[in-house]
Structures are given as structure tokens and as C-alpha cells.
């Protein structure tokens, strides 16, 4: 066992022994326990728990890569400015609101302001987008196994589903909140210090988001040396149409992911709500203004490592990485197939994103120990996000689907031992998904945030915003919003309709078409169909104000 | 809160939030995107400033942007007299 891999070892042994122990300390015994941690989860800790939930295996392994490789720096914006500003539009336009309704889920909040069939297309919706979502990052969990501790994919995947069964299932969302305010713990400090050492080693300024800075004019010249636009330069890959709705879609569906909104209702109170979202944004903001940095100062240590070197000199992280087939050449064939003495040039190979932040320490040339740790941090993005989504289906089945359906004279027993069996469903449908991930996984989780985007985010502002929308308005708007942007979707992903669709908009960008679709579908409809009852309008201006008044009170005891 | 009162409340609310919301367009769709060619040409720190709006000017400023939704919201709060009790607002 090499060196990196016994300090691997070491973090992952430790990280997670902690996870079950925080999870067998904070067990549940009953449903609001089990769905919501009794709404009695602290602001910062819940805050860390949004932050953790959220941030997935795709933020912590992928995103620099995403920004420096794929889209060569600018074009990445999309993802930075579209993830992190849909935290603005959930902080001001939902969280406070939808915790003074005081429900469970998305599809619970659906289900009482409009229509019982507007609940089930919410139902569909939420399993769909958590289903397609947590395939990823079990399929995450097995990669970090096999690259840092040699195990077999299929057993890492295994590790992985054993611990989330473990806690999530003993704890529901208690534990799960808990487990992952420890996992944030884990993932930020794995991500910042070899941030903050590659940092000091390539600029001599610790702090990432200002040595950035200094290394861009280089980068630039290097980029340009080698026939590839300039790093900063706008546009160059993505035209401003598809640089505006990507990021409207991403900042849009962020604000209608069920998982995130879910977490609000964890909260204390409607004041805790607001706090919530403001320690969720500063706890992602730390990541998400390092990841540019990372992709940045990987880049240009990248193009100086390779560009130039030949084989037999080359770095030893270019063969690690190459000996499991993430850096290849350019076409794709093995790096195994050049001459011994081949000099590389940077445009000839090709470099796979997610290797970025798991190779940075080792890029940086930082020692052994830390590598380990980043392991555990790209293992704890993946568990804590997978738990979460876990959570939306499993309540989604036992309170959406088994109690306010099948059987509404469910003890709170039996909806608990309900929601237990879904979970251990749930996850065994993941685990499978993750060990035989169907090919358009990848593709296909960006585009959940069009499908959130063009699905929920004008039901729920309309239902707090405007009294007067109403069931069939919701229903026929949720319907058309899904179905064109699926539509869409499919016609022009590469897999199935590859077409360039309309005025070459991207596909991942669509959702925020279908969003106003949507909005006109909901705002038209609701004109021409019966007003919500009295007490529903009522309702719908009560959550406006703070404080509990005795309509939210009887609304919440399910007596309206 | 009498009638008045909770009109009043709510118009503030929906001033401050669509305050905010303007300036979160700015920072992101407008300097980040829209605007970004011109603010290229000024240096800020080592980036092209439209450069670092859409990389990380724009991610520090929504944070700021709900903080000073957060106090502000709490500021009204208390000018209203609403005191939440956090027992009372629990779920059913």
C-alpha cells in the first residue's frame, strides 16, 4: 500500500466512523423527526446542512475542472454566478414563506395551495429530478474508491450505500442534518488547504481568490502561444444568448431543487429561515470563489508541466492518472500508444474535468497526507448530497404517495416504518444506478436544474405571491413547463435528437424558457379557472406576515 | 398588526426585496454578462473586472445581498413589534 493510499485510509476511516456515531447520537423516533429533524435545527448548522446537501460530488470534483478545462475560464461563469445566485431568489422569494406554511415538502406545499393532481405532477417531478441526481453521485463514490484506495468500483459503491443506510435510515433528517454539518466540515477544509497552498507555491499570495489575479496575464500568453483564446476573453466559446439562459436556468432551478427547499423547513423559525439561507450562501460562497482559483493555477501549472516535456519526463501524476484512463490523448486513444520518446503537446492530450481537484495537491507537489484528505472531502460531497436527495424521495413516497393517498389513518409508526422502508428502496435503486450508470447520467444532471427550473419555481412564487392563481392554472403550467423543456431536451441532446434547435440555444439552457412558458401557461389559465376558497386566499396573505397567527396554526395542525 | 400596519409592512418587504433582486440582476446578468466586453478593458487587482464580476464579484456580492436582506428584515421585524416564539412557529 502506497503512501497516499494509508493516509486515504486514515481519513476515510475517521470521517466516516464519525458520521455513524453523530448518526446513531441523533435518532429519531417520530415523522417530523424523520422528515424535517422536528424544525428545530440552529441556523448555522443548518446552514452547513443546505450547504453540504447542495454541494455535491459535481461542485467538489468536477467544477474547477468544468470552469479551466472544459469551458476555459469565462464560459464557466455560467456555473459560478448560476449556482450560487439562486440562493439570492430562495433566501428573498421562497424560504421565509414557504416555512411560515409550514409543510413538509414541495409536493405538500403544492398539493395544499392548488389541487391534489397538481401534487402528484409534483410528486413525479421530485422523485424524477432526485432520482436522476443521486445516480451521479454514488457513480462519484465508486470513482474516489477505486482511483485513491484500489478498491473495485462496485464495492466502493457498496461502502458508500452501507453508510448512508446507516445513518439515514436510523436518523432520517435529524440524522442527516447533523452527519452533514460534519460532512461540510470535512469537504471545506479538504478543498481549502491545498487551495491555499498551491496558492502561496504558484503566486506567493496565500489567499486563492486574490493570487488568481496575479497569474492570469500568463495564463493568458500561454493560451494564446498555443492557439486557444484567451482564458479571460468573453465569449470566445459561448454566445451571450446561451451565457444569459444557462445561467437564469441554473440560478432559477437551484431555487426550485426539492432537496435545498425541503431544508427550510428544518428551520427553527421564519427569522431562522431567512438566517439559514444567508449562512448557506457564505458556506458555499467559500467553495465557490476557491473552485475559479483551482481551475485557474491547475491550468497553468498544467500547460507548463506537459507542453513541451517529454513522455519519459513527464510529472508523476500525468502517469497515475493516465494508468486509469482520465488523461488521454486527444482522440481519445490510450497515452500507453505514443513512442517512448513522444514530446507532449498540451493540445494533443486530453485531460478528463473531474481529475482537477482530486490531482490538485499532487499537481501542487503537496505531500501525501493531504491528498488523502481531499479523498474524504470528495467522499463526504457525495454521501451528504446522496443522503439528502434519499430524504425528498423517501418522504415523497411515505407522506406524498402513502399517507395523503393511500392510507390517510396511518399511525405516526407506521409512516415512520413507511418512510424507513423507502429510504432503504431508495437506496438500493442508487446504489445500482451508480454501479451501472446509464451513459447519459453526466449529461443528464444538468439538465435536472432545467427540468426544477421549468417545473416548480413559478408554482411556488405564484402560490405565495399572487392570491389569486389557482389548481388548474399550477397544474396545466407545471404540465406544459415539464413536457417542452423535455421536449426540448430530448431533441437536442447529443444522444438521442442531436439538433441545434432554436437560434442554437443549449440545451441546458432551455429550462429558462420553459420557466416562461410556465409563468404564462400558470398566469393565463388561472384567469379563465375558479378563484382559490376564502380560506385558502386568506391563507396565502397570512404568510406574508411573521408570528403565528391561528389560521397558520389550524392550517399547520391539518385541520383546514 | 392592524390592517394598515400589515399593508405597510408588506410594501416594504416587497420595496426592499425588489431592491435587492435589481442589483442581483446587475452584478450577474449585467456586469458579469451583458457588460462584460466594456468592464474587460479597466484592471482590477490583476483581472479584467467584468472578468472577476462573473467569476467572483458576483458570488461575494449575493452574499452580501441576503445579509442585508437578513438585517433589514430583521430591523422591520422589530419596528412592527413581531417577536417570534420560536415554540410557537414549530410544526404540527
Not at chain 1, 481529475?355 to 467522499?379: D, K, Y
Not at chain 2, 442581483?24 to 484592471?43: K, T
Amino acid at each position: 500500500m502506497s503512501q497516499i493510499q494509508t493516509w486515504t485510509l486514515v481519513f476515510v476511516v475517521l470521517s466516516f466512523s464519525l458520521y455513524i456515531y453523530i448518526a446513531y447520537a441523533s435518532r429519531v423516533k417520530d415523522t417530523s423527526g424523520f422528515y424535517i429533524a422536528g424544525g428545530g435545527i440552529p441556523a448555522p448548522a443548518n446552514g452547513a446542512a443546505i450547504a453540504a446537501d447542495w454541494m455535491s460530488a459535481a461542485s467538489f470534483i468536477s467544477l474547477a475542472g468544468i470552469v479551466g478545462l472544459s469551458f476555459n475560464g469565462y464560459g464557466g461563469s455560467v456555473f459560478l454566478m448560476g449556482w450560487t445566485g439562486g440562493y439570492v431568489l430562495l433566501a428573498l422569494l421562497l424560504a421565509p414563506y414557504l416555512r411560515k406554511f409550514g409543510k413538509y415538502t414541495i409536493p405538500d406545499f403544492v398539493g395544499d395551495r392548488y389541487s391534489e393532481s397538481a401534487r402528484l405532477i409534483a410528486v413525479i417531478s421530485a422523485i424524477v429530478v432526485s432520482f436522476v441526481y443521486v445516480a451521479g453521485q454514488m457513480a462519484g463514490v465508486g470513482v474516489v474508491f477505486q482511483r485513491f484506495l484500489g478498491v473495485d468500483t462496485t464495492l466502493g459503491v457498496i461502502i458508500g450505500m452501507a453508510i448512508v443506510f446507516f445513518y439515514a435510515v436510523l436518523g432520517g433528517m435529524k440524522g442527516i442534518t447533523w452527519t452533514q454539518v460534519a460532512q461540510y466540515s470535512v469537504l471545506i477544509v479538504a478543498y481549502l488547504i491545498p487551495a491555499f497552498a498551491v496558492s502561496a507555491k504558484v503566486t506567493g499570495v496565500a489567499m486563492p481568490q486574490i493570487g488568481f489575479g496575479q497569474i492570469l496575464d500568463e495564463l493568458n500568453a500561454l493560451q494564446a502561444d498555443l492557439g486557444l483564446s484567451e482564458y479571460t476573453s468573453a465569449f470566445a466559446d459561448i454566445n451571450m444568448l446561451n451565457m444569459v439562459l444557462i445561467t437564469a436556468s441554473l440560478m432559477f432551478g437551484t431555487a426550485g431543487l426539492p432537496h435545498v427547499i425541503v431544508r427550510f423547513y428544518t428551520a427553527k423559525s421564519v427569522r431562522a429561515a431567512r438566517f439559514s439561507a444567508l449562512w448557506a450562501l457564505f458556506f458555499i460562497a467559500l467553495l465557490y470563489t476557491t473552485a475559479p482559483s483551482v481551475a485557474a493555477f491547475s491550468k497553468l501549472q498544467i500547460i507548463k508541466d506537459l507542453d513541451g516535456t517529454a513522455l519519459s519526463a513527464v510529472p508523476r501524476w500525468f502517469n497515475t492518472w493516465a494508468d486509469v484512463g482520465l488523461i488521454t490523448q486527444a482522440d481519445g486513444s490510450p497515452i500507453s500508444d505514443l513512442a517512448a520518446d513522444a514530446t507532449l503537446r498540451y493540445t494533443d492530450v486530453a485531460i478528463n474535468n473531474d481529475i482537477i481537484v482530486l490531482a490538485s495537491p499532487e499537481i501542487g507537489g503537496l505531500p501525501a497526507p493531504i491528498v488523502g484528505l481531499v479523498a474524504a472531502g470528495g467522499l463526504a460531497a457525495a454521501l451528504s448530497t446522496a443522503s439528502g436527495l434519499l430524504l425528498v424521495i423517501s418522504s415523497s413516497v411515505a407522506n406524498d404517495v402513502y399517507y395523503k393517498k393511500i392510507n390517510p389513518q396511518a399511525t405516526e409508526a407506521r409512516q415512520l416504518m413507511v418512510g424507513r422502508i423507502a429510504m432503504a428502496g431508495a437506496i438500493v435503486v442508487a446504489g445500482y444506478l451508480g454501479i451501472n450508470p446509464p451513459g447519459f447520467v453526466a449529461q443528464v444532471v444538468a439538465l435536472a436544474f432545467g427540468l426544477a427550473c421549468a417545473s416548480f419555481f413559478p408554482v411556488l412564487v405564484l402560490g405565495i405571491f399572487w392570491k389569486n392563481c389557482t389548481a388548474a392554472g399550477a397544474t396545466a403550467g407545471m404540465a406544459v413547463g415539464l413536457i417542452t423543456t423535455m421536449a426540448y431536451m430530448l431533441w437536442t441532446i447529443d444522444i438521442y435528437g442531436n439538433s441545434d434547435g432554436i437560434f442554437g440555444i443549449a440545451e441546458t439552457g432551455f429550462g429558462a424558457i420553459g420557466m416562461l412558458i410556465n409563468f404564462a401557461v400558470t398566469i393565463v389559465v388561472s384567469q379563465f379557472s375558479t378563484k382559490p376558497s376564502e380560506v385558502m386566499q386568506e391563507l396565502v396573505e397570512e404568510i406574508r406576515y411573521p408570528g403565528r397567527t391561528q389560521l397558520v396554526a389550524k392550517h399547520a395542525e391539518g385541520e383546514l | 398588526m392592524d390592517q394598515k400596519a400589515r399593508q405597510e409592512y408588506w410594501r416594504r418587504n416587497l420595496r426592499l426585496m425588489a431592491a435587492l433582486l435589481a442589483i442581483w440582476a446587475l452584478v450577474s446578468f449585467g456586469a458579469g454578462i451583458l457588460f462584460v466586453e466594456a468592464l474587460n478593458n479597466i484592471s482590477f487587482l490583476g483581472f479584467p473586472l467584468g472578468f472577476w464580476f462573473a467569476q467572483q464579484g458576483s458570488i461575494i456580492t449575493f452574499v452580501i445581498l441576503i445579509a442585508v436582506y437578513v438585517w433589514r428584515m430583521d430591523a422591520l421585524d422589530k419596528e412592527f413589534g413581531i417577536d417570534e416564539y420560536e415554540q410557537e412557529v414549530h410544526h404540527s
